[in-house]
T-cell receptor
Framework: GDSVTQMEGPVTLSEEAFLTINCTYT??????LFWYVQYPGEGLQLLLK?????DKGSNKGFEATYRKETTSFHLEKGSVQVSDSAVYFC???????????FGTGTRLKVLA | GAGVSQSPSNKVTEKGKDVELRCDPI?????LYWYRQSLGQGLEFLIY????????KSGLPSDRFSAERTGGSVSTLTIQRTQQEDSAVYLC??????????????FGPGTRLTVL
């Protein structure tokens, strides 16, 4: 069945460091891909999405490119801030199935 | 406007008891989803509603789990004869409509269920 694999956390970085959180997927068909973020004490919220191969989703300085050839959707940010500390979830959906598949989440901690 | 709300925020119950978890979606959102997040696990998709209809119940873990939605708004997830392995955070989300699953989902804060 469909699945999403994320790198294990926690990831600890200093402020202004470069961030990469790896995400790979297994899916039939042509899924859409998402990154959701959960800040401390808050509910999950959509960070960015990409609906077809080579699309780049971006928001708040974060980017992820849908790579069909490597079945990946890695999250990147050039310069992290303390306020980026959160848990990040990679997810996919095969359109028409309405069933989202989430990864286990990666906790990011940014130190001042 | 108000976001998705869930109640209770925390529920501690004894093994074998029934529990009801409630979700109030954003007004006007026709699609509603339930997930379970166990410790160290990702979000596990349980069920979705379009209006009051739940076309696919296959994600529910066992026949002890059921969900309903009335009036196209509030949804209730019921767990009968709770077991310790049911302990988890139960999350609800809503979106404007299904739109092939591509509409942004807005998540509630969750209900933390602990079964002793």
């Amino acid at each position: 069945g469909d699945s999403v694999t994320q790198m294990e956390g926690p990831v600890t970085l200093s402020e202004e460091a470069f961030l990469t959180i790896n995400c790979t997927y297994t899916a039939t068909g042509y899924p859409s891909l998402f990154w959701y973020v959960q800040y401390p004490g808050e509910g999950l919220q959509l960070l960015l999405k990409a609906t077809k191969a080579d699309d780049k989703g971006s928001n708040k300085g974060f980017e992820a490119t849908y790579r069909k050839e490597t079945t990946s959707f890695h999250l990147e940010k050039g310069s992290v801030q303390v306020s980026d500390s959160a848990v990040y979830f990679c997810a996919l959906i095969n359109p028409g199935t309405y069933k989202y598949i989430f990864g286990t989440g990666t906790r990011l901690k940014v130190l001042a | 406007g108000a976001g998705v709300s869930q109640s209770p925020s925390n529920k501690v119950t004894e093994k074998g008891k029934d529990v009801e978890l409630r979700c109030d979606p954003i007004s006007g959102h026709t699609a509603l989803y339930w997930y379970r997040q166990s410790l160290g696990q990702g979000l596990e998709f349980l069920i979705y509603f379009q209006g009051n209809s739940a076309p696919d119940k296959s994600g529910l873990p066992s026949d002890r789990f059921s969900a309903e939605r009335t009036g196209g708004s509030v949804s209730t997830l019921t767990i009968q004869r709770t077991q310790q392995e049911d302990s988890a955070v139960y999350l609800c989300a809503s979106s404007l409509d299904l739109a092939g699953g591509l509409n942004e989902q807005f998540f509630g804060p969750g209900t933390r269920l602990t079964v002793l």
